[in-house]
């Protein structure tokens, strides 16, 4: 395909989703809505405070303290740059996208190398664990496969970071540099600079979440895969009325959750943009992690299933 169809198809889908705005304002509106919705309930309460928290802990030179008492086991273990064991934890307790928010200021920072950024972004993917508990109890009615799909989505990260780490241990030299700029400025700078990126991110889901609607197909898989593709809330939510056996519905969530969606993979693109990070390297680990999980979660559940 050359230049001009590309440009022929783009135009005409653009075309078509303007005309499909206008005549169908109820259900853009509807899916803004909901997307504003889920950002101010569930989002934004998860990650400005985190957000704020790393820039303070940065501040407080907490990563250099972070690295020099825990260098070594990392390193016997992981094979990389100290620096990972911050972002590591920072990612686990926020959620998505905080991890590449994180790896481009220390990257930034000359904390961590290129080469360490583009390894850290592969495995440093995690959800909310709250989003998570809701979706999944929605969706499923047996706890311990609720709790299993949990735990699988953490250790399949840790899993990946394992098998991707590097041949050759990679270092740093810590050093704690005093700081030019004071509590209240760095405070200040967080604030306006979380809420930038908070904002890019509501965007972002009441795009897809638009767009999601409008491809309403009628075959009901297809639609479902169509939405968890495009947005991670949608394709869950399509999950809930899909008439499937519990065992798909388990398969395709373990899909949907380790892909993360095109919404989170634009947020991501747009954090890492002007920055030596390859989104390759981010959808490499996507793409990676799938057949992690679903292995792990059916061998974690076989395991327990035979235990007396």
């Not at 440009?7 to 803004?32: D, P, Y």
């Not at 101010?40 to 501040?59: E, Q, R, V």
């Not at 969530?253 to 947020?267: D, K, R």
């Amino acid at each position: 395909m050359n230049k001009e169809q590309k440009n022929f198809l783009s135009l005409f889908g653009l075309l078509f989703f303007l005309s499909w705005i206008l005549f169908h304002q109820q259900e853009v509106k509807k899916a803004i809505l909901f997307a504003t919705e889920l950002w101010l309930n569930n989002i934004f309460p998860s990650l400005f405070p985190m957000f704020i928290l790393s820039d303070l802990l940065i501040y407080a030179h907490f990563p250099e303290l972070l690295a020099k008492i825990l260098s070594r086991p990392w390193q016997k273990i992981w094979k990389t740059n100290e620096y990972g064991i911050f972002i590591l934890i920072m990612s686990l307790l926020s959620g998505t996208p905080s991890s590449a928010i994180l790896i481009k200021k220390m990257l930034e920072t000359n904390k961590i190398t290129t080469e360490n950024a583009n390894h850290f972004i592969k495995f440093t993917f995690f959800e909310n664990p709250l989003f998570l508990i809701t979706m999944y109890t929605q969706l499923f009615p047996n706890a311990k496969i609720i709790w299993l799909l949990i735990i699988t989505h953490y250790l399949a990260n840790f899993i990946l970071a394992f098998l991707l780490r590097p041949k050759a241990i990679t270092t740093s030299i810590i050093q704690i540099q005093k700081e030019k700029e004071n509590f209240g400025s760095v405070l200040t700078t967080s604030i306006a600079s979380s809420m930038n990126i908070l904002i890019t991110i509501l965007g972002t889901i009441a795009f897809y979440l638009t767009v999601s609607t409008c491809l309403n197909i009628q075959n009901p898989l297809f639609n479902t895969i169509i939405k968890g593709f495009l947005e991670l809330t949608q394709g869950l939510y399509a999950l809930k009325t899909l008439p499937v056996s519990l065992w798909f519905k388990v398969v395709f969530a373990l899909i949907f959750t380790s892909f993360g969606g095109l919404s989170i993979h634009t947020q991501i693109r747009s954090i890492i943009t002007g920055t030596p990070i390859s989104y390759i390297s981010f959808l490499k680990g996507r793409i990676y992690s799938i057949p992690i999980h679903l292995s792990l979660f059916f061998l974690l559940y076989a395991s327990i299933t035979l235990i007396p």
